[in-house]
């Protein structure tokens, strides 16, 4: 670490005294491995190391930034002079300076919680409970294919900058999941996952594994998909849905995370993913969503995949509001644009590596619970579905139409549960969704559901990050297609 500090004060230095009005020095070293097995057979086992640094500055009032994986002090010298060189030739064409909301200065050290370090455990180790969870799944014999795997990250990060920011932070992150396979034909197939579509994900260590429960849930999925070659498919018509937690996380990420990216507000995802309809007039009077709908962001959320110490700008994580009983009230920021704004930056600038530059990413954006049982919300539907598992999404360019698809549900009527009913999907538009939105689970049935490949930027960026989320109730919506 100290070799670390040494190398961020040479680079900040030599930034300086090249133009720089600020510079900042993030060096990061990440450990990767990621397993899977497929019917019966290990499929992969991919380990890395990855690190390096970059250097960020603002000269003549625009940002530079250069990186580099050689960590000698001829190349962090170089790296910040390029740095510098970039920021002013930037410069040329920019049409007003740069300007930063205030921080806070610390120094610090930040350790994310877990108990077990999975990369203190043995690769054999780790097939061998993938080749139990496989055996598990292979118990049913009308299934045809199965997939389980594991996937681990530590990552160890400082930061350094001119106004005296100096933090260290290691994070540990954990993934696992399983889903299988129901085939009849080519063309007739159904597919169940747990804990969710993408498995589960959070900050912990190995000891996630112990905490999910697939003995007893692979059987029941593998049951299901058997079921859903025979169940009906999802009616076209309009009615009342209810819908699991690890989807609503996703509806949530789509329609609102990514819509209250700041960044994307002002337009510079315009051109990769888009825009958003939350623009800044509507701060603060704007009906986003029922009045039961509270969502805030939280890089503090227990172990959420999205959670940390400090962003990339520095900032300490904190919940910041987003929506308050149904208003929009704020933004996922950097300390840039919240500038634009009038505001403090809300702690959600990250970058995907040493080598990339931070962008304004989701860090946990957790809908509040309510305070119902999944019973009483089925109860509350005379006509309707409950429906369980992402399997599919699409959502327009400024985060207003959307179109949802899940792996399995079950027919509603008179409050309670009926058939099985294959591929439901449902489309809306995100405002008149959320204000239909008239029941929210409990905080028995919430949990911040972890996204492992946010995807953003140019040159493109994976994210990882975090959804707070509980089933829901939505009144009068479109499904079938």
């Known amino acids: ?134 055996e598990l799944m292979s118990q049913n014999e009308g299934i045809k294919y199965r997939n389980s795997f594991l996937d681990f990250r530590k990552i160890n990060k400082n930061l350094l900058s001119t106004e005296g920011l100096d933090i260290h932070q290691l994070i540990v992150q954990s993934g696992a999941g399983v889903s299988v396979t129901a085939m009849r034909s080519h063309r007739e197939r159904a597919r169940r996952s747990y804990p969710a579509n993408e498995g589960i994900f959070e900050c912990k260590g190995y000891e996630l594994l112990d905490e999910v429960d697939f003995e007893n849930n692979i059987p029941i999925i593998c049951q299901q998909a058997v079921a859903l070659l025979e169940a009906e498919p999802c009616p076209s018509k309009t009615c009342d849905i209810v819908l699991d937690g690890s989807h609503v996380s996703l509806v949530i990420h789509e329609s609102i995370g990514h819509a209250l990216e700041l960044d994307r507000v002002f337009g510079g995802e315009r051109n990769f993913s888009g825009t958003s309809f939350a623009t800044p007039e509507k701060l603060d009077n704007f009906k986003y969503a029922s009045d039961i709908v509270s969502v805030v962001a939280d890089a503090t959320s227990p172990h959420g995949l999205g959670s940390f110490g400090y962003d990339d700008d520095g900032v300490k994580a904190h919940e910041s509001d987003l929506i308050r009983e149904g208003i929009l009230v704020g933004y996922l920021s950097s300390r840039e644009t919240a500038k634009r704004i009038g505001k403090l930056s809300s702690g959600a600038m990250r970058a995907d590596g040493w080598g990339n530059v931070p962008i304004v990413r989701m860090t946990n954006t957790n809908l509040k619970p309510g305070n119902l049982t999944l019973d009483e919300l089925i109860s509350g539907v005379d006509d309707g579905l409950y429906m369980q598992t992402t399997s599919s999404w699409s959502i327009d360019d400024t985060r207003e139409n959307f179109q949802f698809g899940c792996q399995i549900a079950w027919e509603i009527k008179g409050g309670k549960l009926g058939k099985m009913i294959k591929n439901p999907t449902y489309g809306g538009n995100t405002v008149s969704f959320w204000n239909s939105c008239d029941g929210i689970g409990n905080r028995s049935l919430w949990r911040v559901w972890g996204t492992p490949n946010c995807g953003k930027g140019q040159p493109g960026q994976n994210g990882r990050v975090g959804q707070g989320a509980a089933p829901v109730r939505i009144r009068n919506v479109k499904v079938g297609f």
């Open 1 to 134: 670490m100290d070799d670390v500090k040494k190398a961020g004060m040479i680079a900040l230095e030599k930034a300086v005294s090249a133009g720089a009005s600020y510079a900042d020095f993030r060096y990061t070293y990440t450990e990767s491995e990621s397993l899977s097995y497929n019917n019966g057979a290990p499929e992969s086992v991919d380990e890395s190391l990855d690190k390096g640094f970059g250097v960020r500055v603002i000269a003549d009032g625009a940002w530079g930034f250069c990186s580099s994986a050689d960590v000698t002090e001829n190349e962090i010298i170089r790296v910040a002079e390029k740095a510098v060189e970039i920021a002013k030739a930037s410069a040329i064409l920019q049409t007003k300076p740069v300007e930063l909301a205030p921080i806070e200065i610390y120094t610090d050290s930040y350790i994310s919680s877990f108990n077990v370090d999975p990369f203190k455990i043995s690769t054999a180790e780790k097939l061998q409970y993938l080749a139990y969870l496989d």
